[in-house]
């Protein structure tokens, strides 16, 4: 039996394939969820041999990966966020590469009338007066913390909200699924939302205001505070990012026709 | 004839949570022969042979043989009353005890094959030993204690609850180890068996040795009133 | 309804192509279950026997000790192990967050107990039955130990099933330790978990489909392997 067994073991063993040089990235659920990265992944081992191994996180958790070392880098968005992690010395710069919109999702008949809105703030002021069902992420990602700050700007506190706002606490998608069996609004980024499988009753409602601009940009953790980090791999990795076949793949990455990410990378 | 024996008990006594069980026992046994031990259910009979085995703690005196204690604790075998089945095959029962001392496998495969005819086992020998009927598992047991050719061999009630072809069997199989000058202590409520084989005879009563003799004093003069009692039949307070 | 019908399709189609994103998901789940299953057998099978068979100062609460380890949520063994194994923490030297050997260190840990506690239950009874035979024959510690592994195998497979069971099935612990990252640390479960959170339920059907195709083939495999090693015999 013993010899069995080994040979089972030998047989899953074998499907270990040896590994080329790879780099721990960590990205936000809305970038992974885009599907951009299934087009830069594939172009980056091309061009650099370089298997980008990615984490899939929330904002939150993306910095703290990069804090304890455990990535070799990160790719979010959250401005705020990005500069305290720099100045606390983690990282010694962030590298803006590109931007993309978020959207306000929500049911077809639109009870609040968020699609009649002139501006991000407004939706929300109609949303905080009707109280209809509102799904939050709520788990410190850029899109919860954008979130927040629209509230802000709309001059509500998410804090004082009754029963119908739903801090879930969950990623881009698992947000999504709950805001359709809801039938409820929420905050997506537009590529999570082309990408989402199951739109069940909701809709496109309002998008287009400046406010709405996510601004993704790329932290190499800092070498010097992580000896093992693979900074040259990091820098490859950020040249590649902001070199033009970069900014072609972004600009020319649609999903049914419509273009998803702004390149705007500065030349260093 | 073994150099373990004698095999003397001094002062021996067990209790247990605040209950004498044993003793005290003092007591020695010669090198040869049957030794059948008899006395009423509770009178310490199991309880001595588990302490002659070396299995009972003792809680005053001592049990010792004529060879060292690691010795003496190889060179003996011991057959419970309930057979205690391996969940193996019978063939694996037999084998256990030879490869548990790491005995050649040629050996091993020797010794079974004549145990399984012995046993009349020979065509079951892949069976698992569990399923066999109680008779069968009491021949097994018989067996597999005497594979290993043991000095001194205790046997706890071996017949209790078995047909008369099963216990005219182990008779056989006892007598032949006896005539191979294997040492036997053994228990019985069978009156007619502890006169058809007993060389000696122990009568234990309230945990303690109340008569003791060979064979053909202790069965046709007993000297107690209490052993005289006993081999009418009566209950003995 | 919908849903299943095209998960059913789907997962066809994905295992009748032998699609190589699927082939390698599944190899690395049964990679990182049955290693984590054969290292927790070996601590577990051992320890619970010998729980069993073995009066010493500190045996019972040992036991509840187990007996409680056996309620750990995964999700709160993945963060310590992850805690422990992160670049600012005790063991981060070792480089191994985000790799399968974390995983399989989260899943030793949650299936370890389980294991060690079946074991011991059923090592209990046959202790009962064989105590005064063992004894008897002057074994040796190790040889009580081995005679109760091998008589006792069948209920022993039991328990390693069991604890293949939860391992392969568990998702809290490795999503945390393991990351989910895409050729490297993806399983079966955590890729489960992504396409739901896509909102793709067909693909996550498929794969749950081929979660219990593999479980329930383990486990006629091990069944099938145990009887004809018992029927080889004589």
Wanted: aromatic letters at 8%; proline letters at 4%.
């Amino acid at each position: 039996m013993m010899t069995r067994i080994a040979a089972l073991l030998t047989t899953v063993f074998l499907g270990t394939a040896a590994l080329a040089e790879d780099i721990k990235l960590a990205v936000t659920t809305s970038f992974e969820n885009s599907g951009l990265a299934d087009v830069l992944l594939p172009a980056i081992k091309e061009d650099l041999d370089l298997d980008v191994q990615l984490l899939v996180v929330g904002t939150g958790q993306a910095l703290r990966l990069g804090e304890a070392g455990d990535v070799d880098a990160i790719l979010v968005h959250s401005r705020t966020a990005e500069e305290k992690f720099v100045a606390e010395g983690h990282g010694t710069y962030r590298r803006e590469i590109m931007y993309n919109d978020f959207v306000f999702i929500g049911p077809k008949g639109d009870p609040a009338g968020v699609a009649q809105a002139g501006s991000a703030a407004e939706a929300l002021k109609r949303i905080g007066v009707v109280k209809p069902a509102f799904v939050s992420r709520g788990d410190d990602s850029g899109t919860h913390k954008k979130e927040i700050a629209l509230w802000r700007a709309a001059d509500l506190d998410p804090d004082t909200f009754g029963e119908w706002y739903r801090a879930v606490g969950a990623g881009m998608g698992a947000s999504l699924n709950t805001a359709a069996g809801l039938d409820a609004y929420i905050l997506a980024d537009r590529a999570s939302w082309l990408n989402f499988g199951n739109k069940a009753d909701l809709d496109l409602l309002y998008a287009g205001d400046a406010a709405l601009f996510n601004q993704y940009a790329f932290l190499a953790v800092n070498p010097e505070k992580h000896a093992h980090v693979r900074n040259d791999l990091a820098v490859q990795l950020e040249d590649w990012l902001t070199s033009p076949r970069a900014a072609d793949l972004i600009n020319g990455y649609t999903i049914n026709g419509e273009t998803l990410f702004i390149f705007n990378a500065k030349p260093e | 004839m073994s150099r373990m024996l004698p095999l003397t008990l001094k002062d021996v006594a067990v209790r247990r949570r605040g209950k004498r069980l044993l003793g005290p026992v003092n007591l020695t046994l010669h090198p040869e022969g049957l030794t059948m031990i008899v006395g009423p259910n509770g009178s310490g009979k199991t309880t001595l042979l588990r302490v002659m085995h070396g299995v009972e703690r003792l809680s005053d005196g001592s049990a010792t043989w004529a060879v060292a204690e690691e010795e003496a604790r190889h060179r003996q075998a011991y057959v419970f009353q309930t057979p205690i089945m391996l969940r193996r095959t019978v063939a694996d029962n037999l084998r256990y005890p030879l490869q548990l001392i790491a005995t050649p496998r040629a050996e091993i495969e020797t010794r079974v094959n004549h145990w399984a005819r012995r046993i009349g086992l020979e065509a079951r020998m892949g069976l698992q030993a569990t399923r066999l009927s109680g008779g069968e598992k009491q021949k097994l047991a018989l067996a597999r204690a005497l594979i290993r050719k043991p000095d001194v061999l205790f046997l706890d009630e071996p017949c209790a609850n078995l047909d008369g072809a099963s216990t005219r069997d182990i008779e056989s199989i006892l007598q032949t180890a006896l005539a191979e000058k294997t040492r036997i202590i053994m228990t019985t409520h069978d009156l007619g068996q502890a006169r058809r084989l007993a060389g000696d005879a122990l009568f234990m009563l309230h945990g303690v040795v109340h008569e003791r003799g060979p064979a053909s004093d202790f069965f046709s003069a007993p000297q107690t009133a209490e052993l005289q009692a006993f081999f009418r039949g009566d209950i003995i307070a | 309804m919908n849903d299943i019908l095209e998960g059913l399709v789907s997962a066809f189609w994905l295992v009748v192509t032998f699609d190589p994103d699927l082939m390698q998901i599944s190899l690395r789940s049964l990679q990182v279950s049955l290693s984590a299953l054969v290292i927790a057998s070996a601590i577990a099978l051992p320890l619970g026997t010998f729980l069993a068979i073995r009066r010493f100062r500190y045996r019972r609460l040992t036991i509840s000790l187990l007996n409680a380890l056996m309620g750990l949520p995964p999700v709160v063994v993945g963060l310590i192990v992850y805690i422990l194994l992160s670049r600012s923490g005790p063991f981060g030297v070792l480089g191994l967050l985000f790799t399968p050997t974390a995983m399989i260190i989260a899943q030793v840990i949650i299936i370890t107990p389980l294991i060690a506690s079946i074991t011991h239950q059923a090592m209990r009874e046959l202790w009962a039955e064989y105590h005064d035979l063992l004894i008897s024959l002057n074994t040796s510690g190790w040889q009580r130990i081995k005679t109760l592994i091998w008589d006792g195998r069948r209920n022993l497979l039991t328990a390693s099933l069991a604890g293949f069971g939860r391992a392969i099935g568990e998702v809290g612990a490795i999503m945390i330790v393991g990351g989910n990252i895409d050729n490297a640390t993806r399983v079966l479960t955590t890729a489960i978990a992504l396409e739901t959170g896509k909102g793709d339920f067909a693909l996550a059907l498929a794969l749950g489909f081929v979660l219990i195709a593999l479980a329930i083939g383990i486990n006629v495999s091990i069944h099938w392997l145990s009887r004809t090693e018992r029927e080889g015999r004589w």
